[in-house]
Every structure is written in structure tokens, then in C-alpha cells.
């Protein structure tokens, strides 16, 4: 199921003779049901709400959480969705995720060159559903002028070995996309998101952050007796 919504959305309603697919059907089906079965249990204000949202992450997001108010509270789906809308919001406020064809045109290189640098940690990737990879914009420096290309930020490499295997892709993405109090310009000043520090110069602090997160509590204690 998770390939069929991959694919683009003409291959999924139309089927092979020209009619709509079966599978399509059942899915338009299910979804007026689900948005039936909210639209019972909730106000007229909350569905306001979310219709007037301003992007189309947000309206998910908030759909979800009226979802949520019709589901039990334990519902594995249900935190699934959130975490997978969550980490929508943020790729969508740090500036959007590059498919690897949009990489490749926006940088400049090949793919082969786009996987070399995905392979040797030079850039953080996101595993797709379709099993291909997205990556987030803001961890590319800027050009200089006109002439130039976008390049991987050389902090990134330095943070993904700081994370290691200890923090999953989609982790660290937020870690960096969302504002940390630990990367505050000052005691008590504004928190800034990963990306924002890196930006600004301070990639080696966005790394002694990770390195800390990753970092069991109890090393460096004394051994039990």
C-alpha cells in the first residue's frame, strides 16, 4: 500500500484501460468515510480551523488532531501520523526537501556524484517511502554569485559523524531544523535550529551538541562494585 501512494497521482486513478483504479476507489472511498466520521464527532469551528490553515501541512496537521479526538487515546496510527506530520512542518519551515532529480538540477552534479556524497556522509539524507532519498535544503551553502551552484555545508559531514548510527536520519533532521535553547547566541537568548548555527558559523557547536545527545549518561562512571 505504501508503494501505491508513491506513485504519481495520474498512474494511481487512472488504471490501464482509461477508467479509474480499483485501488483508487477504495482509497477516495475510505478517506470521505474518515472525513465523515470527523466531521460527526467534532464542531463546526474545528473543521473552520483546519480548512483555514494556511498551507496544506498544516491543514494535515491539524486534520490528524481531530482524528486523534476519534481514535483511542494509545493509537499506534495515530502517533505514527503525528510524528510523520511533524516531521513534514519542519522540512517545509527549514525551506523544503530536494527529491534527487531536483538535487541533481539544483546542484549541478550527477547522480552518481549525489550518491557518492550521500554514501560518505557528506550530506544528510531522508529515506522516501518509494525507497528513494530527500534532501533538505537548508544543509547547502548558498552560492557566492550567479555562476556558482549550492554546495554541502563541510559542518554536515562533521555532525553526521558526531550522530553515527545512534540517531536515525529523520531524528537529526529535527534535531537541526528546530530551534535548540542549547545553540543560543546567549544565556537565555533566542534558540536557534541546527541549520541557523551552522549558517552562522557554528557547525562545530551543532556537533558537540549531537555528540552529547549521543552520549550514554552514565559514561565515564565508575565501574559497579
Not at 56 to 73: H, K, Q, R, S, Y
Not at 149 to 163: D, N, S, T, Y
Request: proline share 7%; charged share 20%; glycine share 8%.
Amino acid at each position: 500500500m505504501t508503494a501505491f501512494f508513491d506513485r504519481p497521482v495520474g498512474s494511481i486513478v487512472e488504471a490501464s484501460g482509461g477508467s479509474v483504479a480499483p485501488e483508487a476507489q477504495a482509497v477516495v472511498a475510505r478517506m470521505a468515510q474518515m472525513a465523515y466520521d470527523v466531521a460527526s464527532s467534532v464542531g463546526k469551528g474545528e473543521l473552520l480551523r483546519a480548512l483555514s490553515t494556511s498551507s496544506p501541512t498544516a491543514f494535515l496537521g491539524v486534520f490528524a488532531e481531530l482524528m486523534a479526538t476519534c481514535a483511542p487515546a494509545s493509537s499506534d496510527a495515530v502517533n505514527a501520523l503525528r510524528g510523520r506530520l511533524a516531521l513534514a512542518q519542519w522540512i517545509e519551515k527549514s525551506g523544503g526537501l530536494w527529491r534527487a532529480d531536483e538535487a541533481q538540477e539544483e546542484l549541478g552534479v550527477s547522480r552518481a556524484t549525489l550518491q557518492s556524497w550521500r554514501d560518505s556522509q557528506r550530506i544528510l539524507a531522508l529515506p522516501m517511502g518509494d525507497g528513494s532519498f530527500g534532501y533538505p535544503v537548508a544543509q547547502f551553502a548558498a552560492p557566492d554569485s550567479d555562476l556558482e551552484r549550492p554546495r554541502p555545508h563541510p559542518a554536515v559531514a562533521e555532525i553526521l559523524q558526531a550522530a553515527g548510527d545512534s540517531i536515525a536520519p529523520q531524528e537529526l533532521f529535527l534535531i537541526l531544523a528546530a530551534p535548540q535553547p542549547a545553540l543560543a547566541l546567549a544565556r537565555g537568548g533566542e534558540p536557534r535550529s541546527g541549520f541557523d548555527a551552522i549558517r552562522d558559523g557554528d557547525g562545530n557547536l551543532v556537533a558537540s551538541l549531537v555528540t552529547h545527545m549521543v552520549t550514554p549518561a552514565d559514561e565515564g562512571a565508575p565501574a559497579a562494585a
